[in-house]
């Protein structure tokens, strides 16, 4: 909210809600801002915010803004976090071939 405030944009604060109903109100909005405390590896909401189209603001504890992919939005998106499912369980499978 401060940040909000301090750079004058329009904002509304999503409160609690279902999962979809709380996607569904991000999709309304042209830009996600989420700043979470603690660390967080990947952060679903933002990844299914900029599969949405929608732009997102966040800081330095969301270890997915690292990542090559996270460049992309959209459909674009949402068709490399697909790759990236199956690349993950082809991963897993050759390690358990290696090791019989």
Sequence with gaps: MEY???K???YNIIPSMKYEDFLENISKNKTFVFFPKTPETLSRVVVEAKMMGVKVVTNGLVGATSESWFR????ELIQAMRDKKNDIANKV???FMEKS
Excluded: E, P, T
Aim: glycine share 8%; charged share 15%.
């Design 4 to 6: 909000c405030i301090y």
């Design 8 to 10: 004058n944009y329009k």
């Design 72 to 75: 992309k939005s959209g459909v």
């Design 93 to 95: 499978i050759s390690v």
